[in-house]
């Protein structure tokens, strides 16, 4: 399976990868739906990700955030964030992600659309007043909810809740579709729309997970292994970055 692996990027000019949580897990960044996520164990529910459940109450995902955000600080990006980072030097990627961990511009990738949205920024929702990734990190220390310095409406990150729209996903589908291959890297492939874009994939398709998918069967090319462990064992044999 290797082998194919190296031989498709081998005749590959341009390529598109979509990654789900899983790439992020060996940064020390919990998934979601793995064996050891956030929601399988039961630490969070999904409500604290839904739009309408945060504008009735903030406080569980500020209790979130007080967590993560340290957590999101001190992440490196792995061995696989680094693969795709490098694929730049003689490939023209482009990157789908749906993490808001940044990951990906730390390793040095380009070329990067955030389905989700990304912890970089909030805004307050009533003046639209702009704060940094540090400024809320201080803030959520200081009070459960944390409130907008000028106008006190209520401070949202730019990151895509449950019951809103994703972000530049017509970018994302030209993207994928003008590509020689399509991989999908760390990710469930259950939450729509960013699990839709297999089906815009023209080139050849390669899935990289961890568990098995309900889509397992739209690729070209399936390997359940670690991601880290996959592409170490590629750059071994030769693989081409």
Do not use: W
Request: glycine share 6%.
């Amino acid at each position: 399976m290797i082998e194919t692996v190296i031989q498709v990027l081998k005749n590959a000019k341009s390529i598109s990868v979509l990654t789900g949580a899983g790439i992020s897990v060996n940064a020390g960044i919990p998934d979601f739906r793995g064996e050891t996520g956030i929601y399988t164990r039961g630490l969070y529910s999904e409500n604290v990700f839904d739009i309408d459940y945060f504008f009735e109450n903030p406080k569980p995902f500020y209790d979130f955030v007080r967590v993560m955000y340290p957590v999101f600080e001190k992440a490196k990006p792995t061995l696989a964030h680094k693969f795709l980072a490098d694929l730049d030097h003689n490939h023209s990627v482009c990157i789908v992600t749906q993490n808001i961990d940044l990951l990906h511009e730390k390793a040095g990738s380009k070329n990067v659309i955030h389905l989700h949205g990304s912890v970089e920024r909030s805004h307050c929702l009533k003046c639209g007043k702009e704060y940094s990734f540090e400024r809320l990190k201080e803030l959520v220390i200081k009070s459960a909810v944390p409130y907008c310095e000028s106008c006190g409406g209520l401070i949202k990150p730019d990151i895509v809740f449950f019951s809103e729209p994703v972000i530049d996903f017509d970018k994302a589908i030209e993207c994928v579709s003008a590509s020689d291959i399509f991989f999908a890297l760390g990710t469930s492939l259950e939450v729509y729309p960013a699990n839709s874009l297999v089906q815009f994939a023209r080139g050849n398709k390669i899935l990289i997970n961890k568990k098995e998918t309900e889509m397992d069967y739209l690729f070209d090319i399936v390997v359940h292994e670690d991601l880290d462990n996959f592409f170490k064992e590629l750059q071994s044999k030769g693989g081409i970055v």
